[in-house]
């Protein structure tokens, strides 16, 4: 039995609040049908890390937000049921300390209704800083991907998202895909320093063509396994280079910081209902 | 009272109608579809940047329900950085994206209750819409406007409807009294017999106000100006340390969870 694969659009992991902030501006249609990814859900809630935790730099933003969330419990509880009544498909990401924290994790939410499946944040930026289960060769991510897919059911995706790093994509990819991931999304948000030297992540329009290089590379090398484009998508185009070199979907991230409407849009822009020949809105400069 | 669907903020695209250049600010006056319709006194809005990434945020002065444009909404922009620069430079026409109203309104007395607002610099700005209200619901409304220098004072000519009494700070004593909202506060809290002090303005303002209200047994509400970079909710790059209500620690979102939130629970030394 395999999953289903989500697309052509997702919101990308900690950009789009809870959902209900983003639900404003969502489109007619509210988050009706929307592949939403969550922020990172670790199982003890965790308060996220000291201001300021985002700043912008040419081309992007540098983040520590440090995956502020209110611990799986909470996470059940309260934004879990308001996103499945909302009608999201709601996609879970979720981070740990440990293997078993994982599998912890991917155990508890298969049994929760309405969880359409798991994104496994193998490639945070700064995982060391954030006491994260630290992958440094593709075979600690597979070994997490293994765990968590023991844990949830074959039926549901269960996506890996890793750094977009061309020199270990591909390799990580392949070892990822043995070890049970339905898609690999590439990728993270590059490792990167605040001005005052802090450790983050840089995410944002800078780094599309680098998340592009390693999404051509992998389709590339495994044209079998569905990819999923996330790094600096903001209008039609920056979406369709992903989807032309291979990709199956795309996720926004940073883009909804600047136009909180942007994934509303692009969702009617790549909607395959829609004859390919209507002209498109026209697409925004920033 | 208005569904909380229809207080949902939007995203529109707004245009400059008028601007005016008044001591060391900018006032600009926009068109905004839907947003002076649902705007409450302490809202903001945030304003998209072309080329920049993150959003500028900006109190909203005044709404108007109808001119020649149609309804507008009035802010007041210090250029500092490059995007408040870019802002304050969009001549009459130019086409602003806009997202609004956002965060949380001040809230306001069930009664006719003396109230104290301070606000500093071009964070003064929420306070007048605030005045009226307060107004409208019989409050004694004490306004205290405040600034480094004239330049940066936000005429109270206008409030002086709405208000029973105004004072004007200057921390050189370029006009009105010289002085800090700090060296004030507590007297002016005595003065003016208040049940509830409203601030407004960086967080050494927004402290000494809460404190000032917390001796005198006041309640305080303060409009935080923390870095936003989206100020939507989206990021969670906006934390604000409180005291919940039911006395544990947590870190809010400013954006949301504020900007306006109960002075006595800002755990002010975290901030
Ligand atoms: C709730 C709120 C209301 C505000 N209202 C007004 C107003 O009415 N008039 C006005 O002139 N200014 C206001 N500000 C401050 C204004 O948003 C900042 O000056 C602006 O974000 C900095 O942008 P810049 O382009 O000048 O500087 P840049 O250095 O280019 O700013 C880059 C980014 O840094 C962050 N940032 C830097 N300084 C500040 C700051 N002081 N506050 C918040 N974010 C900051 C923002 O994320 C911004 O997007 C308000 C801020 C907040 C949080
Ligand atoms: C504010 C912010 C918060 C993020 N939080 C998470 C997170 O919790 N988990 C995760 O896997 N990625 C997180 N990311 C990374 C994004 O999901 C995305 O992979 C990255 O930013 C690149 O895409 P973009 O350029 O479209 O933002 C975050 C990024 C930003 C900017
Ligand atoms: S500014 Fe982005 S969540 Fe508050």
Redesign the pocket.
């Known amino acids: 039995m395999s999953a289903w694969l989500p697309g052509p659009v997702l919101v990308a992991a900690g950009c789009g609040g809870t959902g209900r902030e983003l639900e404003p501006y969502a489109g007619p249609a509210g988050l009706e049908g929307l592949d939403f990814v969550t922020r990172s859900i670790t199982l003890d809630a965790r308060q996220g890390g000291p201001g300021p935790r985002?700043?912008?730099v040419p081309g992007g933003v540098v983040n520590a937000v440090g995956l502020p969330n209110p611990g799986l419990e909470h996470f059940l509880a309260t934004e879990l049921p308001w996103l499945v009544r909302a009608g999201a498909r709601v996609i879970v990401s979720i981070a740990g300390s440990t293997m078993g924290e994982y599998a912890d994790l991917a155990r508890r939410l298969s049994r929760a209704p309405g969880v359409a499946g798991l994104e496994v944040n193998v490639g945070a930026p700064d995982e060391v800083g954030l006491g994260l289960f630290e992958v440094r060769e593709p075979y600690h991510s597979a070994s997490v991907i293994a765990a968590v897919r023991r844990e949830f059911p074959a039926d549901r995706p269960v996506l890996a998202k890793l750094r977009p790093d061309v020199s270990r994509v591909v390799e990580g990819a392949r070892s990822c895909h043995e070890a049970g991931a339905t898609a690999i999304v590439i990728g993270n948000a590059v490792p990167a320093a605040f001005p005052d030297g802090r450790a983050g992540g840089l995410s944002g329009p800078a780094i599309a063509p680098i998340a592009l290089r390693c999404v051509a590379a992998v389709h590339q090398a495994l044209p079998d396994l569905p990819t999923i484009g996330c790094g600096g998508v903001r209008d039609l185009a920056s979406a369709r280079s992903y989807l032309t070199a291979g990709a199956t979907a795309v996720q926004v991230g940073t883009a909804l910081l600047h136009d909180p409407t942007t994934v509303a849009r692009l969702r009617a822009e790549l909607d395959p209902t829609r004859h390919p020949s209507t002209p498109t809105p026209s697409e925004e400069d920033a | 009272m208005c569904m909380p669907e229809a207080r949902a903020p939007v995203h529109v695209d707004g245009e400059v109608v008028a601007s005016k250049r008044i001591g060391g600010?900018r006032h600009l006056t926009l068109t905004a579809p839907g947003v002076p319709e649902r705007f409450r006194a302490g809202n903001?809005v945030a304003v998209s940047?072309a080329g920049?990434v993150?959003?500028?945020?900006?109190?909203v002065?005044r709404v108007r329900a109808s001119s020649a444009f149609g309804p507008t909404l009035d802010?007041?922009?210090?250029?500092?950085?490059?995007?408040?620069?870019w802002l304050t430079a969009q001549p009459v026409g130019a086409k602003v994206a806009i997202t609004g109203p956002l965060?949380r309104a001040f809230a306001l007395p069930k009664e006719a209750v003396s109230c104290l607002l301070v606000g500093e610099g071009?964070?003064a700005?929420p306070l007048f819409p605030l005045a009226e209200r307060l107004r409208e619901r019989g409050c004694a409304v004490s306004l205290v406007v405040s600034a480094p220098d004239e330049a940066r004072l936000l005429s109270a000519l206008e409030a002086r409807r709405s208000a029973r009494s105004v004072t004007v700070l200057t921390a050189d004593g370029s006009v009105g009294q010289r002085g800090t909202v700090g060296d004030h506060v507590d007297d002016l809290v005595r003065r003016s017999e208040a049940d509830v002090v409203y601030a407004a303005g960086p967080s050494h303002v927004l402290r000494a106000a809460a404190g000032a209200a917390e001796r005198v047994g006041a309640w305080s509400q303060v409009?935080?100006?923390?870095?936003?970079?989206c100020g939507t909710g989206l990021c969670h790059g906006c934390p604000l340390p409180v005291v919940g209500e039911d006395g544990v620690d947590r870190v809010v979102r400013?954006?949301t969870e504020g900007?306006v939130v109960r002075g006595d629970r800002v755990r002010w030394d975290d901030l």
Do not use: K, N
């Open positions: 985002l700043v912008e | 600010y903001f940047v920049h993150t959003r500028r945020t900006l109190w002065h802010v007041v922009v210090e250029a500092r950085g490059s995007g408040t620069a965060g071009y964070a700005a409009a935080v100006e923390t870095s936003m970079p400013a954006c900007p």
